[in-house]
């Protein structure tokens, strides 16, 4: 894999530079390129004309063709790639390539670029291509290889957002892997065009997955389940075996189902490969789950195995180096990291260029709890995988880049993704089993039970960092793992806003946000002329204005006529003003459950280039609860509708005792215990991130339909 840059300043956007200012835009990409030199050693190049230039460092794996790739006196391309069929496209259509890099340049002089050139590509990208002066840039479906830009009087772009700070641009986001980006060079002009994302939907135009309900076949109809299973394999084994470098690899391992898969593969195909894991050394831990298990599959499968053993007084070094270079301070990912960039260091020590990873697995197979409670696994499965290279391929692939290896991640492979979101989600989730599919196609190949059936322990856990970095937390001062993991990188640089309702969700999410280092920088509301909207709470809405100034966050509110086909244009103006005002670069949600709010509000920060976060998506709503009172967050019930609610819940502060009302009633009649359903509204009063508490002085009761009662708040103020 490599690195890009570019630069495309216009009309004198430089400054005071004059005739200078090819000379200028050349330094900046060198400048640029100097920041991420360690994605590619193997060679550098630099296009320039007139007012622009663009660069290229390259890591070498298929050939060894310097970049960028220029065409004609103002035609260049410059890509980060891995094409695995380019050889295949090279001999359909006559192209002569001598690598991925110079296909996907000759493809495109003769199909142009578009969402169906790009569909013909099986691999992963992020590219640049200049053309009869418009600029395209854009990045593999899933987004595997990053890219970033800013547009503020002319186009700055790069593979990673730290090489975009170091040349000074402004309002940097990070290039939606479902868009394609056309720059407009004398115009100064950028447009976007979508493409599609894996949409089983039935031609309903809305992007959104619909789970199969068609297929009335059970889990006993063992024909049926067989097929699956003898798919699947196929194209798990055609994933990995395309992904076979000719030079020395590695895996990363854990022992776990996923990276045993893609071990016992290889060795069955008589690959020379080592496996990497990385563990916490401390004795006054238990052995770390992941070692134990390692070991065992390693012995029994005759894998060479190689254990890094970090020493708690390392921690705090790796830290210091891991969090910059990942441009995060987020926990998990931190946690994640420690384990990952050690074990890439020890490969590259090695001779590795490749490293394997099994990521991806978990979410195309429906591996996590929140599959689990997910009413529709398949659309659930889709939305992980929207949000995957924000959470997690961004990361692995600074990592792998950094350490100079290229990730290779064969659960992601684009046939068997698609594949993989057809199978029913009954056949992923059975007999109380998640990933049921892959555990019975594990055992067609022969591995043992006690291998396949190992329930999923994330990497921080199994490696026992999680611990020693709460450990370390305490003894460094802190009160929470995510002020110490912030002491690293005290800047988050991600500006989020997010969607309030005045309820108790819509707070928490914002606090549990903040609790992950991201700064919050605006409220946003929505005002619904209908008291029954399907996108918005309508009860005590106008106290979200009260709230903005106790919690000390501007707020910026939105006005709709309530009807279900125009809500969601009057919130995607909305959330475009809080944009352009706050620089925001992405969107919080409170959403528990409903898909519905939850997919349209990521289908709006899609179109807008913001990514959406649903901290709370599919958390234990009684545990939710409880939690947010341990944390001292205080609401109060302002509507009730369902059987066992009546008006003396109003306007009540709900404590432990009535938690434990609202459990009993769950288990009588089925309500959602956080209201979910409908069941009740909340106005969040007062908590950790409150500056003041919220008093109702003046309220009144009204009764509606079916014993529903709302709650209308005619006077509070802030004490």
Avoid at 282 to 299: C, F, G, H, M, T
Wanted: proline share 3%; charged share 25%.
């Amino acid at each position: 894999m490599c690195g890009i840059v570019g630069v495309f300043e216009n009309r004198g956007s430089i400054g005071s530079i004059g005739n200078n200012r090819r000379k200028a835009a050349s330094e900046l990409v060198k400048k640029g390129l100097k920041a991420i030199q360690y994605r590619g050693r193997d060679g550098q190049g630099i296009f320039c004309k007139g007012s622009y230039a663009i660069g290229h460092c390259l890591h070498s794996v298929v050939g060894r063709v310097k970049q960028p790739l220029i065409c004609s006196n103002d035609s260049a391309f410059a890509a980060n790639c891995e094409i695995y069929n380019w050889l295949e496209l090279n001999k359909r259509y006559g192209l002569s390539a001598k690598n991925d890099a110079e296909l996907m340049l000759r493809l495109f002089e003769l199909k142009g670029v578009d969402d169906k050139v790009l569909a013909e590509l099986d691999g992963v990208y992020a590219f640049c291509y200049l053309k009869d002066g418009r600029l395209y840039l854009a990045r593999d479906i899933i987004g595997q290889k990053p890219l970033w830009y800013s547009h503020m009087q002319g186009l700055m772009f790069a593979s990673e957002k730290k090489a975009l700070e170091k040349i000074g641009a402004q309002n940097i986001s990070e290039l939606n892997p479902r868009h394609i980006l056309t720059y407009d060079v004398e115009k100064d002009h950028l447009e976007i065009s979508e493409r599609p994302f894996f949409n089983l939907a039935a031609g309903d135009g809305t992007g959104i997955v619909q789970e199969e309900t068609t297929d009335e076949k059970s889990i006993e109809d063992i024909e049926y389940i067989e097929d699956i299973e003898k798919e699947t394999e196929t194209l798990i084994r055609c994933a990995i075996a395309k992904r076979i470098p000719d030079k020395k690899y590695g895996l990363l391992f854990s022992g776990g189902i996923d990276s045993t898969i893609i071990a016992f593969i290889l060795k069955e195909m008589g690959q020379d490969f080592t496996c990497y894991t990385t563990v916490i050394d401390d004795p006054n831990l238990k052995e770390p789950e992941d070692l134990i298990y390692s070991k065992r599959v390693a012995d029994a499968l005759g894998l060479k195995l190689k254990v890094i053993m970090i020493k708690p007084g390392k921690i705090s070094s790796l830290l210091k180096r891991i969090v910059p270079l990942i441009e995060d301070p987020n926990t998990v990912k931190a946690e994640v990291a420690l384990t990952f960039f050690s074990a890439c260091k020890a490969a590259k020590k090695d001779g590795c260029s490749v490293i394997f990873s099994g990521l991806g697995s978990e979410e195309i197979f429906a591996g996590y709890e929140r599959h689990r409670n997910a009413k529709e696994i398949n659309r659930e499965c889709v939305s992980g995988l929207l949000q995957l290279h924000n959470r997690d391929l961004y990361r692995d692939d600074v990592i792998t880049m950094y350490n100079g290896l290229e990730a290779r991640m064969p659960y992601l492979d684009i046939e068997l993704v698609f594949a993989a979101l057809k199978i029913p989600g009954r056949y992923k989730i059975a007999e109380g089993v998640e990933k049921y599919i892959l555990r019975r196609v594990a055992g067609n190949m022969g591995l043992s039970e006690g291998f396949f059936s190992r329930k999923k322990k994330a990497a921080q856990y199994g490696s026992n960092i999680s611990k020693e970095t709460e450990k370390l937390t305490k003894k460094s001062g802190y009160s929470y793992k995510s002020e110490y993991i912030k002491s690293f990188y005290p800047r988050q640089k991600l500006r989020l806003g997010a969607l309030v309702s005045s309820g108790k969700d819509s707070i928490y999410a914002i606090y549990a946000m903040m609790q992950q280092n991201y700064p919050v920088c605006c409220m946003i509301s929505m005002k619904s002329d209908n008291p029954d909207s399907y996108m918005f709470h309508t009860p005590t809405i106008e106290l979200a204005s009260l709230q903005s100034k106790a919690i000390g966050i501007p707020l910026i509110t939105g006005r709709t006529d309530g009807k279900k086909e125009s809500e969601l244009e009057c919130l995607k103006k909305t959330i475009a003003k809080a944009k352009e005002k706050y620089r925001l670069d992405g969107i919080i949600t409170g959403a528990l459950y409903s898909n519905y709010q939850r997919e349209r509000i990521e289908i709006i920060c899609k179109s807008l280039s913001l990514k959406a976060f649903s901290p709370l998506w599919h958390s234990n709503q009684e545990f939710l609860l409880r939690e947010m009172l341990a944390k001292g967050f205080r609401f109060i019930m302002t509507k009730v509708a369902c059987d066992g609610l009546d008006t003396s819940w109003l306007g009540k502060e709900i404590t432990e005792k009535e938690i434990n009302s609202l459990a009993a009633l769950e288990k009588k009649i089925r309500i959602n215990v956080a209201g979910e359903g409908g069941e009740y509204e909340s106005l969040m009063i007062d908590g950790p991130i409150f500056k003041q508490k919220i008093t109702v002085t003046g309220c009144q009761t009204t009764e509606g339909d079916a014993g529903s009662a709302t709650l209308s708040i005619k006077k509070a103020m802030l004490v």
